[in-house]
């Protein structure tokens, strides 16, 4: 078990519609983080929170809003959502950001599977 | 569940010499990715073995896919100080789910 949780672990969504992914971690860590994989693809970086305050938004479309209220929750808000943006998002959290250290070690959930109609 | 298990979680080597990393399934995978985290920055991508049995090179850097689709492993030759960080394993299995490794740190020791 990492620690790191995440609901729904499936969606399917049209691209009409309004639906948020929920992360929540139970490391006691500082940093959180959205990432994208498209299939058979590499983690793309989206969003770096850090005490709750964004620290990296990686050119995601105003689409995807993410929305951190403390350091053990992050959810991402999805709007008129593309087919193209069906992926595996995946979340993760950290002591820390990253820094010089192994702080920043990233733990990572099990993910949130959307399609989008 | 399904669980990925990546030893070592930590790795002390001098400097020049070699280091490996392993990766083992409980379930049979369909791809398995590498990537490796810098201290100060994020996961990034080394590579993906998708046949039983590959092998591939990338400089110093031997990825192994086991026969089984169970096993992987990562090999690096003559380690140098930059290859410290933090390298882990994603293995995916037939329902496109997703299972990281929880890394092996190295330490490069001068």
């Known amino acids: 078990e990492t620690g790191v949780t995440q609901t729904p672990r499936h969606l399917v969504m049209g691209m009409t519609n309004k639906k948020s992914l929920k992360c929540e971690q139970h490391?006691?860590?500082?940093?959180m983080y959205w990432y994208k994989q498209s299939a058979k693809k590499p983690l793309e970086l989206m969003f770096v929170?850090?005490?709750?305050?964004?620290?990296e938004n990686n050119s995601v479309p105003s689409r995807f809003s993410p929305e951190c209220p403390n350091s053990s929750h992050l959810f991402l808000h999805l709007h008129t959502l593309q087919p193209e943006d069906s992926a595996l998002y995946l979340c993760?959290?950290?002591?820390?950001?990253?820094?010089?250290?192994?702080?920043?070690?990233?733990?990572f959930g099990p993910g949130t599977r959307l399609t989008v109609l | 569940g399904q669980q990925v298990m990546q030893i070592p979680q930590y790795q002390h080597v001098q400097e020049g010499e070699d280091f490996t990393t392993y990766c083992n399934s409980s379930?049979?995978?369909?791809?398995i990715q590498w990537y490796k985290q810098r201290p100060g920055g994020h996961p990034v991508f080394l590579i993906q073995?998708?046949?039983?049995?590959e092998v591939k090179k990338q400089k110093r850097l031997t990825f192994q896919f086991g026969e089984a689709k169970k096993n992987s492993s990562l090999h690096i030759t003559a380690t140098q100080t930059t290859d410290v960080g933090t390298y882990f394993c994603?293995?995916?299995?037939?329902?496109?789910?997703?299972?990281f490794g929880k890394g092996t740190r190295l330490h490069i020791l001068p």
């Open positions: 993760a959290s950290s002591q820390d950001i990253p820094g010089l250290d192994f702080t920043d070690t990233q733990y």
């Open positions: 490391l006691g860590h500082n940093a």
């Open positions: 929170y850090n005490f709750k305050e964004q620290t």
């Open positions: 379930t049979t995978l369909s791809n």
């Open positions: 073995l998708v046949k039983s049995g």
């Open positions: 994603a293995g995916m299995n037939r329902d496109d789910k997703i299972i």
